[in-house]
């Protein structure tokens, strides 16, 4: 870099101080904190007719060590855990987050980190943010399952309400003999199927449910002969079985 040697009188050095001078004053009126330039940059700028490199030294100075910066790092270091506050309390207003549940811990921890850098990339945010934001996402999900659980949602009830069925249908079947006793059997199985159908039981919780039954009483999973004297027994046990009787509840006043 080459160098020039001025020579001034003291006139006009004194005129350089002044606006030096009035320079400052209203840098420092406009911001309290404004990064003053030496008055050799000063009077460069001055020589190069151009005053802008003083004012962005000045602002990249502010933006690396002054409150703005803290402000900065401090809203990097807190936005994790503000993502985190933001998913925990969620529970709190009736709301939820949930994961897919069929997903391994692997396939959820990709998915979370897929979607945190995503979100950085989205705020152009710093990278070293990634990993902490995906382990608060990890954190704060659940099961679909057990957010349906804990809001109570309508499919959550229709699984409850079969889960009961079975279990109704299940004693009915154990304290039944004979033909009673195959058409419960028929009626739980074709609840078992539902329940499977719609997520409430799994299938080989419900298979284990059949062969209790079957060790039981096997004798109900042989087919009853299809003649006319079971059909006639079937009649009369029908026509001088008692219909159930709905007795009214009283009303609490």
Not at 3 to 20: A, P, V
Not at 148 to 159: F, G, H
Request: proline share 5%; with cysteine.
């Amino acid at each position: 870099m080459g160098n020039i040697t001025l020579k001034l009188t003291d006139e006009t050095i004194s005129s350089l101080r002044k606006d030096f001078d009035a320079f400052l004053r209203v840098s420092l009126k406009l911001d309290p904190h404004f990064a003053t330039p030496s008055f050799e940059d000063f009077l460069r700028a001055k020589l190069l007719d151009n005053m802008v490199p003083l004012t962005e030294n000045a602002v990249q100075r502010m933006l690396q060590g002054g409150q703005y910066a803290w402000a900065k790092r401090t809203l990097d270091k807190e936005f994790p855990d503000v993502v985190a506050i933001l998913m925990r309390q969620a529970a709190q207003f009736g709301f939820g987050f949930a994961s897919r549940p069929e997903w391994t811990p692997d396939e959820l921890a990709k998915q979370c980190r897929d979607w945190a850098t995503a979100i950085v990339n989205e705020a152009q945010a710093d990278e070293s943010l990634i990993d902490p934001l995906a382990s608060q996402i990890k954190s704060a999900a659940q099961d679909i399952q057990a957010l349906e659980e804990q809001m109570q949602t309508p499919a959550w009830r229709l699984s409850e309400s079969l889960r009961q069925r079975i279990y109704e249908a299940k004693l009915a079947c154990e304290s039944s003999t004979g033909s009673v006793a195959r058409e419960r059997l028929g009626e739980l199985r074709g609840l078992l199927r539902l329940a499977i159908t719609h997520g409430a039981f799994q299938k080989q919780e419900a298979q284990q449910i059949m062969e209790y039954m079957r060790l039981l009483k096997p004798e109900i999973f042989v087919e009853e002969p299809d003649d006319m004297f079971t059909r006639l027994a079937s009649w009369l046990r029908n026509f001088f079985s008692p219909p159930a009787r709905n007795v009214p509840q009283r009303q609490s006043r």
